[in-house]
Each structure stands twice: as C-alpha cells, then as structure tokens.
C-alpha cells in the first residue's frame, strides 16, 4: 500500500514557478515508479511527467518539456515537479501517480496508487 499527499500547488502569474511535492507513506515508495498528471476543468486527465523507481529515467509531455522537472528523493519518500516559465494553459489540478511497470508510464489507467491532488492556478 502507498498513499499519496501532493502539495505546493497554488497561484502564479504566467511566466511564474512553482514545485509540486508529492509525499509518499509506506515502505515500498522506492519499488515504484511515479507520474504527475494534470486534469483541467472539461479536459481529460493529462500525463505530465514520471520517473523511474531509481531516478534514472525520465518521460514528459511534449507540451511541458523543457519548463518541467520531474525528480525523487527515496530517502524522503517524496517526488518533487518543478514547473517553470508556467503558461495559462497549465492550469490543473496536478495529482501524482504510483506504478510498477515502467513501460506503462504514458496511460493513466496502469497506475496503482493516485493522490488526492492540487490545484494550479496561472493567471494571464
């Protein structure tokens, strides 16, 4: 069992920064690997972005390439997405995500474990 608790999320001004956190509870966080995903009112749920078990490997969406950054600290049970040069288009609510199988990454439906997520706001 892995729970999730997401944080950070907020408003910002275009062109602003924020970084989500993600706190994992339970001993097996480092077996899994981790997504963000992004669901916007009247828009289905968005990968974001994940990242291996060991950090290693990374995957983003095309439309967050470049101003995302996804990273894990096992040691804390705790993912991190730093956003930056945010755009009014990302405005979500921002959940993260726990899988096993890396190769499952991209659809929503592989995810074992959701939290309950946060809200992003960026205004124009």
């Known amino acids: 069992q892995v729970q999730l608790a997401e944080s950070g999320g907020g408003l910002v001004q275009a062109g602003g920064s924020l970084r989500l956190s993600c706190a994992a509870s339970?001993?097996?966080?480092?077996?899994?690997?981790m997504g963000w995903f992004r669901q916007a009112p009247g828009k289905e749920r968005e990968f974001v972005a994940a990242?291996?078990?060991?950090?290693?490997?990374?995957a983003y969406a095309d439309s967050v390439k470049g101003r995302f950054t996804i990273s894990r600290v096992n040691a804390k049970n705790t993912v991190y997405l730093q956003m930056f040069s945010l755009k009014p288009e990302d405005t979500a609510v921002y959940c993260c995500?726990?899988?096993?199988?890396?190769?499952?990454?991209?659809?929503?439906?592989?995810?074992?474990?959701w939290g309950q997520g946060t809200q992003v706001t960026v205004s124009s």
């Open positions: 995500a726990a899988l096993l199988d890396w190769r499952l990454v991209l659809s929503p439906t592989a995810y074992d474990y």
């Open positions: 990242i291996s078990w060991r950090g290693i490997d990374t």
């Open positions: 339970g001993r097996s966080f480092a077996t899994y690997n």
